[in-house]
Protein backbone atom coordinates (compact mmCIF):
# COMPACT_ATOMS: atom_id res chain seq x y z
CA UNK A 1 0.00 0.00 0.00
CA UNK A 2 3.05 2.38 0.67
CA UNK A 3 4.76 2.30 -2.62
CA UNK A 4 1.23 2.74 -4.15
CA UNK A 5 0.80 6.24 -2.30
CA UNK A 6 4.67 7.12 -3.30
CA UNK A 7 3.38 6.04 -6.68
CA UNK A 8 0.69 8.14 -6.77
CA UNK A 9 2.36 11.50 -5.29
CA UNK A 10 5.18 10.96 -7.71
CA UNK A 11 2.05 11.49 -10.59
CA UNK A 12 1.00 14.29 -8.86
CA UNK A 13 3.63 16.04 -8.47
CA UNK A 14 3.73 15.40 -12.83
CA UNK A 15 0.50 16.50 -12.30
CA UNK A 16 1.71 20.44 -12.28
CA UNK A 17 4.39 20.21 -14.60
CA UNK A 18 2.16 18.74 -17.13
CA UNK A 19 -0.97 20.99 -16.70
CA UNK A 20 0.91 24.63 -15.46
CA UNK A 21 4.49 24.36 -17.70
CA UNK A 22 4.27 22.21 -20.11
CA UNK A 23 0.86 22.03 -21.06
CA UNK A 24 0.92 24.27 -23.98
CA UNK A 25 3.45 22.31 -25.65
CA UNK A 26 1.51 19.11 -25.43
CA UNK A 27 -1.24 21.12 -26.88
CA UNK A 28 0.50 22.07 -30.01
CA UNK A 29 1.50 18.27 -29.66
CA UNK A 30 -1.99 17.12 -29.95
CA UNK A 31 -2.28 15.74 -33.28
CA UNK A 32 0.68 13.21 -32.46
CA UNK A 33 -0.67 12.41 -29.22
CA UNK A 34 -3.81 10.77 -27.35
CA UNK A 35 -5.71 11.58 -23.62
CA UNK A 36 -7.11 8.08 -21.91
CA UNK A 37 -7.97 7.16 -18.82
CA UNK A 38 -6.21 4.44 -16.56
CA UNK A 39 -8.68 3.49 -13.69
CA UNK A 40 -6.75 2.28 -10.25
CA UNK A 41 -8.44 -0.58 -8.42
CA UNK A 42 -9.66 0.33 -4.94
CA UNK A 43 -8.71 -1.93 -1.73
CA UNK A 44 -11.66 -4.17 -1.29
CA UNK A 45 -12.74 -3.86 2.00
CA UNK A 46 -12.46 -7.31 4.66
CA UNK A 47 -15.15 -9.17 5.62
CA UNK A 48 -14.96 -10.87 9.28
CA UNK A 49 -16.72 -12.68 11.79
CA UNK A 50 -18.71 -11.34 14.80
CA UNK A 51 -15.37 -11.54 16.71
CA UNK A 52 -13.16 -9.78 14.30
CA UNK A 53 -12.04 -12.87 12.52
CA UNK A 54 -10.95 -12.57 9.02
CA UNK A 55 -12.69 -14.04 6.31
CA UNK A 56 -12.09 -12.37 3.00
CA UNK A 57 -8.97 -9.94 2.67
CA UNK A 58 -7.08 -8.31 0.12
CA UNK A 59 -3.34 -9.19 -0.70
CA UNK A 60 -1.22 -6.96 -2.72
CA UNK A 61 -0.17 -8.94 -5.79
CA UNK A 62 1.76 -7.42 -9.04
CA UNK A 63 0.29 -7.77 -12.61
CA UNK A 64 2.55 -8.33 -15.57
CA UNK A 65 1.82 -6.28 -18.76
CA UNK A 66 3.21 -5.46 -22.05
CA UNK A 67 2.86 -2.38 -24.92
CA UNK A 68 3.68 -4.85 -27.40
CA UNK A 69 4.45 -1.82 -29.91
CA UNK A 70 7.33 -1.25 -27.62
CA UNK A 71 8.47 -4.92 -27.75
CA UNK A 72 12.11 -4.68 -30.23
CA UNK A 73 12.27 -9.00 -29.62
CA UNK A 74 8.87 -10.69 -29.26
CA UNK A 75 10.54 -13.84 -29.84
CA UNK A 76 13.69 -13.15 -27.20
CA UNK A 77 10.81 -11.99 -24.57
CA UNK A 78 8.64 -14.54 -24.56
CA UNK A 79 11.34 -16.93 -23.93
CA UNK A 80 12.83 -15.02 -21.03
CA UNK A 81 9.08 -14.53 -19.63
CA UNK A 82 7.78 -18.05 -20.05
CA UNK A 83 9.45 -20.07 -17.58
CA UNK A 84 9.07 -17.43 -15.26
CA UNK A 85 5.40 -16.92 -15.71
CA UNK A 86 4.56 -20.06 -15.92
CA UNK A 87 2.82 -19.29 -19.36
CA UNK A 88 3.42 -21.28 -22.40
CA UNK A 89 5.76 -19.52 -25.18
CA UNK A 90 3.59 -19.48 -27.96
CA UNK A 91 0.63 -17.67 -25.98
CA UNK A 92 3.21 -15.27 -24.92
CA UNK A 93 4.52 -14.83 -28.14
CA UNK A 94 1.02 -14.21 -29.25
CA UNK A 95 0.58 -11.59 -26.89
CA UNK A 96 3.90 -9.62 -27.43
CA UNK A 97 3.96 -10.02 -31.45
CA UNK A 98 -0.19 -8.24 -31.80
CA UNK A 99 -0.37 -4.63 -32.84
CA UNK A 100 -1.93 -3.12 -29.44
CA UNK A 101 -0.77 -0.39 -26.88
CA UNK A 102 -1.04 -2.93 -23.88
CA UNK A 103 -1.59 -6.56 -23.01
CA UNK A 104 -1.47 -8.28 -19.44
CA UNK A 105 1.21 -10.99 -19.29
CA UNK A 106 0.01 -12.49 -16.00
CA UNK A 107 -2.48 -11.12 -13.44
CA UNK A 108 -2.15 -11.19 -9.97
CA UNK A 109 1.18 -13.19 -9.38
CA UNK A 110 3.37 -13.23 -6.55
CA UNK A 111 5.43 -9.99 -5.90
CA UNK A 112 8.78 -11.65 -6.25
CA UNK A 113 7.83 -12.54 -9.85
CA UNK A 114 7.47 -8.70 -10.46
CA UNK A 115 10.73 -8.31 -8.61
CA UNK A 116 12.78 -11.36 -11.26
CA UNK A 117 10.27 -9.44 -14.22
CA UNK A 118 12.28 -6.07 -14.00
CA UNK A 119 15.23 -7.41 -13.21
CA UNK A 120 15.17 -8.11 -16.85
CA UNK A 121 14.97 -4.73 -18.22
CA UNK A 122 13.12 -5.89 -21.07
CA UNK A 123 11.62 -2.95 -22.82
CA UNK A 124 7.77 -2.75 -23.52
CA UNK A 125 7.35 -5.41 -20.49
CA UNK A 126 6.25 -3.79 -16.50
CA UNK A 127 4.24 -4.65 -13.31
CA UNK A 128 2.04 -2.97 -11.77
CA UNK A 129 0.55 -3.46 -8.13
CA UNK A 130 -2.75 -5.40 -8.06
CA UNK A 131 -4.84 -6.53 -4.97
CA UNK A 132 -5.92 -10.70 -4.94
CA UNK A 133 -8.91 -11.72 -3.04
CA UNK A 134 -8.25 -13.67 -0.55
CA UNK A 135 -9.89 -16.08 1.88
CA UNK A 136 -7.31 -16.89 4.87
CA UNK A 137 -9.57 -19.65 6.28
CA UNK A 138 -9.53 -21.70 3.26
CA UNK A 139 -12.67 -24.74 3.14
CA UNK A 140 -14.84 -22.28 5.56
CA UNK A 141 -18.23 -21.34 4.53
CA UNK A 142 -17.39 -21.11 0.48
CA UNK A 143 -20.92 -21.27 -0.45
CA UNK A 144 -21.98 -18.25 1.70
CA UNK A 145 -18.48 -15.65 1.15
CA UNK A 146 -19.03 -16.35 -2.96
CA UNK A 147 -16.19 -14.94 -4.84
CA UNK A 148 -14.65 -12.23 -7.30
CA UNK A 149 -13.86 -11.83 -10.62
CA UNK A 150 -13.05 -9.28 -13.99
CA UNK A 151 -10.30 -6.98 -14.20
CA UNK A 152 -12.08 -4.60 -10.52
CA UNK A 153 -12.37 -7.81 -8.46
CA UNK A 154 -16.19 -7.21 -8.77
CA UNK A 155 -18.40 -9.60 -6.22
CA UNK A 156 -19.44 -12.46 -8.65
CA UNK A 157 -21.50 -14.61 -5.75
CA UNK A 158 -22.44 -15.10 -2.09
CA UNK A 159 -21.98 -11.99 0.35
CA UNK A 160 -19.03 -10.93 -1.97
CA UNK A 161 -22.39 -10.41 -4.27
CA UNK A 162 -24.77 -9.22 -1.87
CA UNK A 163 -22.57 -5.92 -0.37
CA UNK A 164 -20.12 -5.60 -3.45
CA UNK A 165 -21.20 -1.70 -3.49
CA UNK A 166 -20.17 -1.90 0.23
CA UNK A 167 -16.74 -3.67 -0.18
CA UNK A 168 -15.46 -2.46 -3.96
CA UNK A 169 -14.89 0.75 -2.82
CA UNK A 170 -14.41 3.48 -5.78
CA UNK A 171 -11.70 3.03 -8.39
CA UNK A 172 -8.58 6.19 -8.57
CA UNK A 173 -8.17 7.70 -11.67
CA UNK A 174 -5.14 8.20 -13.94
CA UNK A 175 -5.45 10.52 -17.32
CA UNK A 176 -2.67 9.67 -18.99
CA UNK A 177 -1.36 11.64 -22.29
CA UNK A 178 0.41 8.44 -24.60
CA UNK A 179 1.87 8.60 -27.96
CA UNK A 180 0.50 7.29 -30.69
CA UNK A 181 2.50 4.04 -30.74
CA UNK A 182 0.72 3.52 -27.22
CA UNK A 183 3.90 5.25 -25.18
CA UNK A 184 3.01 6.57 -21.65
CA UNK A 185 4.47 10.49 -21.61
CA UNK A 186 2.66 12.60 -19.07
CA UNK A 187 0.31 12.26 -16.49
CA UNK A 188 -2.60 15.33 -16.98
CA UNK A 189 -4.04 14.44 -13.55
CA UNK A 190 -4.65 11.79 -10.64
CA UNK A 191 -7.22 10.83 -8.57
CA UNK A 192 -6.56 8.90 -5.51
CA UNK A 193 -8.74 5.17 -4.70
CA UNK A 194 -11.04 5.22 -2.32
CA UNK A 195 -10.65 1.49 -0.25
CA UNK A 196 -13.70 -0.41 0.32
CA UNK A 197 -15.77 -0.77 3.81
CA UNK A 198 -15.26 -3.31 6.24
CA UNK A 199 -18.17 -5.88 6.35
CA UNK A 200 -18.94 -7.44 9.97
CA UNK A 201 -20.81 -10.75 9.63
CA UNK A 202 -23.16 -12.07 12.44
CA UNK A 203 -21.66 -15.54 11.81
CA UNK A 204 -19.79 -17.12 14.41
CA UNK A 205 -16.21 -18.77 12.54
CA UNK A 206 -16.39 -20.97 15.27
CA UNK A 207 -19.39 -22.47 15.12
CA UNK A 208 -19.73 -22.17 11.02
CA UNK A 209 -16.46 -24.76 11.22
CA UNK A 210 -18.24 -26.66 13.44
CA UNK A 211 -21.44 -27.09 11.96
CA UNK A 212 -19.28 -27.68 8.77
CA UNK A 213 -17.45 -30.41 10.07
CA UNK A 214 -20.45 -32.20 11.57
CA UNK A 215 -22.40 -32.05 8.09
CA UNK A 216 -19.28 -33.86 6.23
CA UNK A 217 -19.20 -36.63 8.88
CA UNK A 218 -23.05 -37.32 8.86
CA UNK A 219 -22.77 -37.18 4.92
CA UNK A 220 -19.99 -39.56 4.96
CA UNK A 221 -21.76 -42.11 7.56
CA UNK A 222 -24.93 -42.15 6.16
CA UNK A 223 -24.16 -42.04 2.52
CA UNK A 224 -25.91 -39.25 2.10
CA UNK A 225 -25.79 -36.65 -1.49
CA UNK A 226 -25.73 -33.62 0.61
CA UNK A 227 -26.18 -31.52 3.68
CA UNK A 228 -26.97 -28.35 4.62
CA UNK A 229 -27.37 -26.40 8.19
CA UNK A 230 -28.11 -23.25 9.78
CA UNK A 231 -28.08 -21.62 13.71
CA UNK A 232 -29.94 -18.95 13.74
CA UNK A 233 -29.97 -16.65 17.14
CA UNK A 234 -34.05 -16.42 17.61
CA UNK A 235 -34.02 -13.27 19.47
CA UNK A 236 -32.27 -11.03 16.74
CA UNK A 237 -32.56 -12.85 13.67
CA UNK A 238 -28.67 -13.26 13.76
CA UNK A 239 -27.51 -16.28 11.47
CA UNK A 240 -24.55 -18.05 13.30
CA UNK A 241 -23.89 -20.43 10.99
CA UNK A 242 -25.26 -21.32 7.79
CA UNK A 243 -23.16 -23.92 5.90
CA UNK A 244 -23.54 -26.59 3.31
CA UNK A 245 -21.24 -29.73 2.05
CA UNK A 246 -19.38 -30.21 -0.08
CA UNK A 247 -16.85 -28.17 1.87
CA UNK A 248 -14.26 -26.55 -0.58
CA UNK A 249 -11.17 -24.14 -0.11
CA UNK A 250 -13.37 -20.70 -0.66
CA UNK A 251 -10.16 -19.39 -2.61
CA UNK A 252 -11.00 -22.56 -5.53
CA UNK A 253 -14.60 -21.24 -5.69
CA UNK A 254 -14.41 -20.39 -9.51
CA UNK A 255 -12.17 -23.29 -10.46
CA UNK A 256 -13.84 -25.53 -13.16
CA UNK A 257 -13.07 -28.53 -10.89
CA UNK A 258 -15.99 -27.47 -8.51
CA UNK A 259 -19.42 -28.71 -10.15
CA UNK A 260 -21.98 -25.24 -10.31
CA UNK A 261 -24.52 -27.94 -7.76
CA UNK A 262 -22.10 -27.54 -4.86
CA UNK A 263 -21.54 -23.87 -5.04
CA UNK A 264 -25.12 -23.22 -4.03
CA UNK A 265 -26.32 -22.30 -0.80
CA UNK A 266 -28.78 -24.76 -0.46
CA UNK A 267 -30.32 -23.19 3.13
CA UNK A 268 -31.45 -20.61 0.49
CA UNK A 269 -31.48 -21.19 -2.70
CA UNK A 270 -33.40 -24.72 -2.22
CA UNK A 271 -36.71 -25.87 -2.00
CA UNK A 272 -38.33 -29.47 -0.53
CA UNK A 273 -41.19 -30.19 1.01
CA UNK A 274 -40.72 -30.56 4.68
CA UNK A 275 -42.27 -33.69 5.95
CA UNK A 276 -42.90 -34.12 9.67
CA UNK A 277 -41.06 -30.89 10.76
CA UNK A 278 -44.12 -28.80 8.90
CA UNK A 279 -46.64 -30.50 11.45
CA UNK A 280 -46.13 -27.85 14.19
CA UNK A 281 -47.60 -25.30 12.18
CA UNK A 282 -51.08 -27.18 12.28
CA UNK A 283 -50.62 -27.31 15.89
CA UNK A 284 -49.65 -23.67 16.34
CA UNK A 285 -52.79 -23.10 14.18
CA UNK A 286 -55.64 -25.06 16.31
CA UNK A 287 -53.43 -24.12 19.63
CA UNK A 288 -53.55 -20.12 18.74
CA UNK A 289 -57.72 -20.90 17.52
CA UNK A 290 -58.33 -21.98 20.78
CA UNK A 291 -60.04 -24.91 19.22
CA UNK A 292 -57.93 -27.55 21.59
CA UNK A 293 -54.87 -27.66 24.14
CA UNK A 294 -52.08 -29.30 24.78
CA UNK A 295 -54.43 -31.91 27.31
CA UNK A 296 -57.16 -32.52 24.29
CA UNK A 297 -57.39 -36.36 23.57
CA UNK A 298 -58.03 -37.63 20.53
CA UNK A 299 -59.19 -41.48 19.35
CA UNK A 300 -56.98 -42.58 16.61
CA UNK A 301 -57.27 -45.49 13.93
CA UNK A 302 -54.39 -47.15 12.23
CA UNK A 303 -55.47 -44.93 8.88
CA UNK A 304 -57.40 -41.79 8.37
CA UNK A 305 -59.73 -41.91 4.99
CA UNK A 306 -59.96 -38.14 3.38
CA UNK A 307 -62.13 -38.36 0.52
CA UNK A 308 -60.30 -41.25 -1.91
CA UNK A 309 -57.04 -40.80 -0.39
CA UNK A 310 -55.87 -43.07 2.50
CA UNK A 311 -53.54 -41.40 5.15
CA UNK A 312 -51.96 -44.08 7.70
CA UNK A 313 -49.38 -43.73 10.41
CA UNK A 314 -45.61 -44.34 9.32
CA UNK A 315 -45.44 -47.33 11.35
CA UNK A 316 -48.41 -49.50 11.92
CA UNK A 317 -46.95 -52.97 12.78
CA UNK A 318 -46.97 -52.36 16.30
CA UNK A 319 -49.85 -50.12 16.44
CA UNK A 320 -53.33 -51.36 18.50
CA UNK A 321 -55.70 -50.69 16.11
CA UNK A 322 -57.55 -48.20 18.37
CA UNK A 323 -55.52 -45.81 20.92
CA UNK A 324 -55.89 -42.56 22.36
CA UNK A 325 -53.32 -39.60 22.03
CA UNK A 326 -53.31 -35.64 23.37
CA UNK A 327 -52.35 -33.42 21.10
CA UNK A 328 -48.70 -33.15 22.85
CA UNK A 329 -48.49 -37.32 21.68
CA UNK A 330 -49.36 -36.48 18.63
CA UNK A 331 -46.69 -34.39 18.10
CA UNK A 332 -44.36 -35.80 19.80
CA UNK A 333 -44.58 -39.13 18.03
CA UNK A 334 -45.20 -37.57 14.82
CA UNK A 335 -48.85 -38.90 14.34
CA UNK A 336 -49.90 -38.98 10.75
CA UNK A 337 -53.45 -39.57 11.26
CA UNK A 338 -53.69 -37.63 14.73
CA UNK A 339 -52.25 -34.54 12.70
CA UNK A 340 -54.58 -34.97 10.02
CA UNK A 341 -57.52 -34.99 12.26
CA UNK A 342 -56.80 -31.90 13.94
CA UNK A 343 -56.43 -29.97 10.26
CA UNK A 344 -60.10 -31.25 10.00
CA UNK A 345 -61.32 -29.40 13.01
CA UNK A 346 -58.88 -26.39 11.96
CA UNK A 347 -60.08 -25.72 8.79
CA UNK A 348 -58.81 -24.32 5.12
CA UNK A 349 -58.78 -21.08 6.34
CA UNK A 350 -57.40 -20.63 9.36
CA UNK A 351 -54.00 -23.44 8.06
CA UNK A 352 -53.99 -21.10 5.34
CA UNK A 353 -53.68 -18.14 7.51
CA UNK A 354 -51.13 -19.52 10.04
CA UNK A 355 -48.83 -20.79 6.91
CA UNK A 356 -48.75 -17.15 5.70
CA UNK A 357 -48.13 -15.96 8.92
CA UNK A 358 -45.04 -17.89 9.27
CA UNK A 359 -43.66 -16.52 6.19
CA UNK A 360 -44.26 -19.35 3.62
CA UNK A 361 -44.73 -19.41 0.45
CA UNK A 362 -42.10 -15.73 0.02
CA UNK A 363 -38.94 -14.87 0.49
CA UNK A 364 -37.97 -13.75 4.01
CA UNK A 365 -35.89 -10.75 2.61
CA UNK A 366 -32.51 -12.11 3.75
CA UNK A 367 -29.28 -10.26 2.78
CA UNK A 368 -28.10 -13.13 0.23
CA UNK A 369 -28.77 -13.27 -3.34
CA UNK A 370 -30.90 -15.97 -4.88
CA UNK A 371 -33.64 -16.80 -2.42
CA UNK A 372 -36.31 -18.62 -3.12
CA UNK A 373 -39.92 -18.29 -1.61
CA UNK A 374 -40.57 -21.82 -1.81
CA UNK A 375 -44.34 -22.73 -2.70
CA UNK A 376 -47.41 -22.61 -0.68
CA UNK A 377 -50.97 -23.42 -2.96
CA UNK A 378 -53.55 -20.80 -3.54
CA UNK A 379 -56.52 -21.04 -1.65
CA UNK A 380 -58.50 -21.08 -4.86
CA UNK A 381 -56.11 -24.31 -5.73
CA UNK A 382 -57.15 -26.58 -2.41
CA UNK A 383 -58.65 -29.78 -3.54
CA UNK A 384 -60.72 -32.18 -1.26
CA UNK A 385 -57.21 -33.89 -0.36
CA UNK A 386 -55.13 -30.81 0.18
CA UNK A 387 -55.80 -30.51 3.47
CA UNK A 388 -54.73 -33.68 4.70
CA UNK A 389 -51.52 -33.76 2.97
CA UNK A 390 -50.46 -29.71 3.66
CA UNK A 391 -50.16 -30.32 6.95
CA UNK A 392 -47.89 -33.43 7.14
CA UNK A 393 -45.25 -31.32 4.86
CA UNK A 394 -46.55 -32.65 1.71
CA UNK A 395 -47.71 -30.12 -1.35
CA UNK A 396 -45.86 -27.54 0.25
CA UNK A 397 -41.80 -26.28 -0.79
CA UNK A 398 -39.80 -24.75 2.06
CA UNK A 399 -36.21 -23.63 2.16
CA UNK A 400 -34.21 -24.73 5.41
CA UNK A 401 -33.90 -21.28 6.48
CA UNK A 402 -37.40 -20.68 6.28
CA UNK A 403 -38.46 -23.48 8.07
CA UNK A 404 -35.73 -22.47 10.91
CA UNK A 405 -37.43 -18.88 11.15
CA UNK A 406 -40.50 -20.61 12.48
CA UNK A 407 -39.12 -22.15 15.15
CA UNK A 408 -36.90 -19.63 16.28
CA UNK A 409 -40.36 -17.79 16.00
CA UNK A 410 -41.93 -19.80 18.44
CA UNK A 411 -38.08 -19.78 20.51
CA UNK A 412 -38.94 -15.92 20.94
CA UNK A 413 -42.56 -16.31 22.21
CA UNK A 414 -43.97 -16.12 18.90
CA UNK A 415 -42.34 -13.31 17.38
CA UNK A 416 -40.53 -13.84 13.96
CA UNK A 417 -37.59 -12.00 13.10
CA UNK A 418 -36.29 -11.38 9.55
CA UNK A 419 -32.92 -13.60 9.44
CA UNK A 420 -29.71 -11.79 8.34
CA UNK A 421 -25.99 -11.99 7.94
CA UNK A 422 -24.45 -8.82 8.24
CA UNK A 423 -24.19 -6.80 11.59
CA UNK A 424 -25.43 -3.14 11.33
CA UNK A 425 -26.68 -3.12 8.03
CA UNK A 426 -29.79 -4.52 8.77
CA UNK A 427 -32.53 -3.50 10.19
CA UNK A 428 -34.35 -6.59 10.51
CA UNK A 429 -38.42 -6.61 10.08
CA UNK A 430 -40.53 -8.49 13.60
CA UNK A 431 -43.94 -9.92 13.14
CA UNK A 432 -46.03 -11.61 15.94
CA UNK A 433 -46.98 -14.42 14.39
CA UNK A 434 -48.52 -16.34 17.29
CA UNK A 435 -49.15 -15.13 20.91
CA UNK A 436 -46.37 -15.78 23.40
CA UNK A 437 -48.60 -18.11 25.49
CA UNK A 438 -48.86 -20.53 22.17
CA UNK A 439 -45.27 -20.22 21.81
CA UNK A 440 -44.62 -21.65 25.39
CA UNK A 441 -46.98 -24.12 25.13
CA UNK A 442 -45.30 -25.17 21.73
CA UNK A 443 -41.57 -25.04 23.54
CA UNK A 444 -42.83 -27.64 26.30
CA UNK A 445 -44.64 -30.13 23.92
CA UNK A 446 -41.30 -29.77 21.68
CA UNK A 447 -39.63 -30.79 24.56
CA UNK A 448 -41.57 -34.03 25.02
CA UNK A 449 -41.13 -34.86 21.65
CA UNK A 450 -37.09 -35.19 22.17
CA UNK A 451 -37.41 -36.57 25.81
CA UNK A 452 -39.90 -39.26 25.04
CA UNK A 453 -40.89 -39.24 21.42
CA UNK A 454 -38.90 -39.11 18.00
CA UNK A 455 -36.54 -36.89 18.68
CA UNK A 456 -34.57 -39.05 21.50
CA UNK A 457 -30.86 -38.99 19.56
CA UNK A 458 -31.43 -34.92 19.86
CA UNK A 459 -31.04 -35.09 23.55
CA UNK A 460 -27.72 -32.47 25.12
CA UNK A 461 -26.56 -33.34 28.44
CA UNK A 462 -27.27 -30.48 31.36
CA UNK A 463 -29.58 -28.76 28.94
CA UNK A 464 -33.24 -29.00 27.86
CA UNK A 465 -34.10 -29.33 23.94
CA UNK A 466 -37.25 -28.80 22.08
CA UNK A 467 -37.84 -29.96 18.43
CA UNK A 468 -38.79 -32.28 15.53
CA UNK A 469 -37.84 -34.45 13.68
CA UNK A 470 -38.46 -34.87 9.97
CA UNK A 471 -38.58 -37.73 6.55
CA UNK A 472 -39.80 -36.40 3.27
CA UNK A 473 -40.67 -38.53 0.64
CA UNK A 474 -38.76 -36.19 -2.34
CA UNK A 475 -41.04 -35.37 -5.52
CA UNK A 476 -40.18 -37.12 -8.68
CA UNK A 477 -40.26 -34.68 -12.00
CA UNK A 478 -42.80 -35.90 -13.61
CA UNK A 479 -45.14 -36.40 -10.51
CA UNK A 480 -45.73 -38.51 -7.10
CA UNK A 481 -42.60 -39.91 -4.66
CA UNK A 482 -39.67 -41.79 -4.58
CA UNK A 483 -39.85 -44.60 -2.44
CA UNK A 484 -36.11 -44.94 -1.92
CA UNK A 485 -34.60 -40.65 -1.53
CA UNK A 486 -35.87 -39.06 1.18
CA UNK A 487 -34.62 -35.61 3.02
CA UNK A 488 -34.04 -36.06 6.50
CA UNK A 489 -34.15 -33.42 9.12
CA UNK A 490 -34.11 -32.05 12.36
CA UNK A 491 -35.02 -28.67 13.85
CA UNK A 492 -34.48 -27.46 17.27
CA UNK A 493 -33.93 -25.11 20.20
CA UNK A 494 -31.66 -25.08 23.01
CA UNK A 495 -32.33 -24.08 25.82
CA UNK A 496 -35.83 -25.13 25.52
CA UNK A 497 -37.01 -22.76 28.19
CA UNK A 498 -35.44 -19.46 27.22
CA UNK A 499 -34.09 -20.51 24.27
CA UNK A 500 -30.28 -19.22 23.00
CA UNK A 501 -29.94 -20.84 19.25
CA UNK A 502 -32.49 -22.24 16.91
CA UNK A 503 -30.78 -25.12 14.40
CA UNK A 504 -32.16 -26.98 11.56
CA UNK A 505 -29.78 -30.15 10.06
CA UNK A 506 -31.37 -31.46 6.79
CA UNK A 507 -29.61 -34.52 5.18
CA UNK A 508 -30.38 -35.14 1.41
CA UNK A 509 -30.92 -38.32 0.44
CA UNK A 510 -29.16 -40.62 2.55
CA UNK A 511 -28.71 -43.80 1.97
CA UNK A 512 -27.80 -46.21 5.02
CA UNK A 513 -30.79 -45.43 6.87
CA UNK A 514 -33.77 -42.81 6.01
CA UNK A 515 -35.70 -41.64 9.57
CA UNK A 516 -34.81 -38.02 10.64
CA UNK A 517 -34.70 -39.11 13.89
CA UNK A 518 -31.60 -40.99 13.09
CA UNK A 519 -30.07 -39.02 10.56
CA UNK A 520 -30.22 -35.62 10.89
CA UNK A 521 -30.90 -35.42 15.55
CA UNK A 522 -27.73 -37.15 16.31
CA UNK A 523 -25.57 -34.09 13.86
CA UNK A 524 -27.87 -31.53 16.11
CA UNK A 525 -27.04 -32.33 19.10
CA UNK A 526 -23.50 -32.56 18.28
CA UNK A 527 -23.55 -28.82 16.76
CA UNK A 528 -25.62 -27.78 19.51
CA UNK A 529 -23.41 -29.28 22.07
CA UNK A 530 -20.80 -27.26 20.91
CA UNK A 531 -22.86 -24.03 20.45
CA UNK A 532 -23.65 -24.00 24.24
CA UNK A 533 -19.98 -24.42 25.21
CA UNK A 534 -18.93 -21.97 22.65
CA UNK A 535 -21.46 -19.46 23.76
CA UNK A 536 -20.79 -19.93 27.79
CA UNK A 537 -24.65 -20.82 28.42
CA UNK A 538 -25.20 -22.95 31.42
CA UNK A 539 -26.87 -25.83 31.52
CA UNK A 540 -30.70 -25.88 32.85
CA UNK A 541 -32.01 -29.41 33.16
CA UNK A 542 -32.55 -30.83 36.45
CA UNK A 543 -29.59 -33.28 36.88
Known sequence: MGSAVLFLAALLGRTFYVQVVAASELASQADVQSLRTVLVSAPRGVISDREGDLLAVSQEMVSIYANPRQIKDPQGAATALASLLDVPKDILLTKLSCDAGFRYLARKVDPEIGTKVKALKLDGVGVCNEAKRVYPKG??????????????????????????????????????????????????????????????????????????????????????????????????????????????????????????????????????????????????????????????????????????????????????????????????????????KIALELGKSRLINMIDQFGFGKPLGVDFPGEVGGYVRPPEKWYGTTIARVPLGQGVAVTPLQMAAAYAALANDGVLIQPHLAKDLVEPWRRQVVTAGVARQLREMLTVTVEDGTGRLARVEGYTVAGKTGTAQKVRPEGGYYADRVVASFVGMIPAREPRVVILVTVDEPTKEHWGAYVAAPAFARIAEFAMQHLDVPPDAAQ
Request: hydrophobic share 40%.
Open 139 to 340: ALAPQLLGFVGGDHDQGLAGLELQYDKVLSGQPGEIRVVSSREGRWLATVSAKDPVPGKPLVLTVDADIQFETERVLAETVKEFGAARACAVVLDPQTGEILAMANTPVFDANEFASPDIAESDRRNMVVTDQYEPGSIFKVVTVAAALDAQILTPQTVFRLEKQIQVYDMPVPEAEEENLPEIRELTVTQILARSSNVGTV
